[in-house]
């Protein structure tokens, strides 16, 4: 016993024969590795919370979502205004339903009100979250009810093949797989990863399944895999980015904005990290998910579908979308007018089939307007295709007001400096170019048409219904009646044109496909005739727009460019537009806007030439009157902005032209230019608006 006791308090007094660690050191240690263990669990428990918080809201966001489009497919059934009023009968936070999810109990209720002839919706999910504090998710919509041409025509014709519903060919989930069970499907390879962090399982049973990182059957593609053969088709795939404009959006975060596909759909969102891989979407955004500069930040979505589905794919942000909330879409580059931004929360994707009566004509109502039908996409079509710009959405705030498409590029939204990368410039990291806008060059506007190229556009029977090359309108938002436009286009010459002629065509400015041209005549030996007819669409205030004719101006002067119209409410006629060939000189050109001041006129002093500005300022055409043979065209254009000063640049002279200019700029909001001897062809002016205190380069 006095020998251990004596071991024991050599443990505890030392001297420098003596080594070991002291009780109280041990203690003191314990305690320290005690803190640090609780602060590790506790920090890993806040993860894990915050995770599934996310996951939850995630998840309340698609309850809600669902709920909405169950009741626009609950409307598609109604056949009276009477019945659609008994349907949707007015009701605050009521109809209330408790729901069992994967990551909270959840409570959906969800009120109605009446919107003049439609129903506004509002459809409210709660529950708790991992600190039993109480959350809640809404999504508002509008639901008007009008009969549906297409169930309505086809009821009487049991014998022809029903065209595709919206929902596709894909089945929300279907349960969870094991650990067990997704490794061995790896090892057999009936499963595979995607290159945005999920997998696609064969389970061999006839169904093609979509799996998220958490093994949950996400979606189910109905009848896609060939028992006998092994082979299955694929989902449809439609991808894209979500920027979030920092300079306006400064306090939204990566975690409060959800991409969201309608109906039997799965959206995944992930960004890239520095070596390409995915990765889950983090709530608050790290560098791999910024710009260069920090304009936008950014991340990637994929939504999965199935083969015949078409609907809307949109933003939701979690504290509900504001008036001042806007979301850009379109092309900020283009100079065609069709693709210009537009400013919508949401894209719409569908195809337009149509039936012909025996001389080739399309098949209209009781109240003469066309009947349409609504077809989706192609099984396991993958948009957008190569080469294409990505279905992007970029975030922003404006003023309550802002609501025309060109604020997206006058209030910089679209145009900042980080804009002027292209994608695989922020890819590659390599320096940005020389055009505003380049970052999001190519991305569709709100309405996407399947039309546009045949692959895109889901089996059909053709001995039934024809397709057109292109949409006549957004069919999520149809107008009240068609009018009618016709005229001629006539071209005197006694030259023999044909193929000039023929490659004529007449647009509106609602888009490329809503002009028909008949095939050209030729009443004389010295005039070409040809006649159009285009359909424009009122939403019950009558049509404005304008129509344009597309010819080689370097050959022909034309008595208008484009013609336009105001409130046209019936059918009329255009008249005559009458084209001459000849030697013309063409001008055109580009316009770098500065914020909100844009080009607003451009005039020639030729009193038969003409110019036209495009409607955001951007661009501009001019053309002279016809030239006498070998003679050579002198005259002024002038230009106009709203305000700013005005800068001319030198201009790019017709091949082989020796003429001369002088420029007259940079002192006011008009500028001109004096062009002397400039032979025929197309001479490139670029102009540029400047601050007022700015100087002309």
């Known amino acids: ?110 009120s109605i009100a009446d919107a003049n002839s439609a129903k506004s919706i509002t459809v409210y999910v709660k529950w708790n979250d991992n600190h039993s504090d109480a959350q809640e998710v809404s999504i508002d919509s509008s639901i008007a009810w009008q009969k549906p041409r297409s169930v309505g025509d086809l009821s009487s014709e049991a014998s022809e093949p029903l065209i595709p519903s919206a929902t596709g060919r894909a089945r929300l989930g279907d349960g969870t797989l094991t650990l067990a069970e997704l490794n061995a499907a790896i090892t057999t390879g009936a499963a595979k990863a995607t290159d945005d962090g999920m997998f696609l399982y064969d389970s061999l049973d006839g169904q093609y399944r979509l799996v998220d990182k958490d093994r949950t059957i996400v979606l189910t593609l109905i009848d896609a895999c060939d028992l006998a053969g092994g082979n299955c088709t694929d989902f449809v795939k439609i991808s894209g980015r979500v920027y979030i404009d920092n300079a306006t959006q400064s306090s939204l975060t990566t975690g409060d904005v959800f991409i969201q596909a309608s109906d039997a759909a799965f959206c995944q969102q992930y960004y890239l990290d520095s070596d390409g891989n995915a990765q ?41 979308i504001t008036q001042k ?82 604020k997206c590029k006058s209030e910089g939204i679209m145009v900042r400096d980080d804009s002027y990368y292209s994608r695989a410039d922020l ?27 045949a692959d895109y556009i889901d089996s059909f029977d053709d001995t039934v219904f024809s397709m057109d090359a292109s949409c006549p309108f957004d069919p999520s ?43 050209f005549t030729k009443p004389s030996s010295t005039q070409y005739s040809l006649s159009y007819k285009c359909d424009v669409y009122d939403w019950g205030t009558g049509w404005d727009g304008y129509i344009q004719l597309n010819t080689d101006y370097s050959i022909m002067a034309c008595d208008h460019y484009r013609e336009a119209y105001n409130t046209i409410t019936n059918d009329i006629s255009a008249g005559d537009n009458i084209c001459n060939i000849g030697d013309v000189l063409t001008v055109t050109g580009a316009v770098v806007v500065n914020g909100t001041k844009v080009l607003t006129s451009a005039t020639t002093d030729d009193n038969g ?56 700029d940079g002192a006011s909001s008009t500028a001109w230019i004096d062009l002397m001897n400039v032979d025929k062809g197309n001479l490139v002016l670029a102009l540029e608006v400047i601050q007022n205190n700015g100087n002309c380069p």
């Open 477 to 519: 938002d149809p107008p009240s009646i068609r009018h009618v436009i016709s005229g001629k286009v006539l071209v005197n010459t006694d030259l023999s044109i044909d193929s000039d002629i023929a490659a004529i065509t007449v647009n509106t400015s609602d888009g490329s496909g809503n002009c028909v041209i008949a095939a």
């Open 1 to 110: 016993m006095e020998r251990f006791l004596k071991r024991y308090q050599g443990m505890i007094v030392t001297n420098d024969k003596q080594r070991g660690v002291g009780l109280i050191e041990v203690l003191v240690s314990l305690v320290i590795l005690a803190v640090g263990l609780l602060s590790v669990a506790t920090l890993h428990t806040s993860i894990i919370g915050n995770s599934n918080d996310n996951k939850a809201k995630n998840e309340a966001i698609i309850i809600a979502q669902s709920r909405i489009e169950a009741l626009r497919n609950f409307s598609n059934g109604i056949n009276t205004t009477d019945e659609f009023e008994a349907a949707f009968v007015v009701v605050d936070k009521g109809n209330s339903t408790n729901i069992t999810g994967i990551n909270a109990a959840f409570t959906r209720t969800e």
């Open 280 to 320: 889950e979407l983090l709530p608050v955004a790290n560098s791999d998910m910024k710009t260069p500069n920090n304009d936008y930040t950014y991340y990637n979505y994929t939504c999965y579908l199935g083969g015949g589905w078409h609907g809307n794919i949109g933003i939701i942000l979690s504290g509900g």
């Open 427 to 453: 890819e590659y990291n390599t320096p940005p170019g020389t055009t505003p806008g380049k970052l999001f060059e190519g991305i569709p506007t709100d309405f996407f048409c399947l039309n546009q190229n």
């Open 325 to 406: 909330d806007k979301v850009c879409q379109g092309d900020p580059t283009s100079l065609d007018a069709f693709a210009d931004p537009v400013i919508a929360a949401r894209r719409v994707y569908r195809g337009m089939l149509h039936k012909e009566d025996g001389n080739g004509d399309i098949i209209v109502d009781a109240n003469q307007q066309p009947i349409y039908y609504s077809i989706g996409v192609a099984d396991a079509l993958v948009l957008p295709a190569a080469g294409d710009a990505g279905h992007d959405f970029i975030i922003s705030s404006l003023n309550i007001n802002d609501t025309e498409g060109f």
């Open 609 to 664: 030439g003409q110019c036209v500005v495009a409607s955001d300022g951007a661009s501009y055409a001019c053309n002279s009157d016809l030239l006498a043979t070998g003679v050579q065209w002198s005259g002024r254009l002038t230009f106009q902005t709203n305000g700013s000063k005005l800068c001319i640049s030198d201009p790019v002279l017709p091949v082989g032209s020796v003429g001369t200019f002088a420029i007259v």
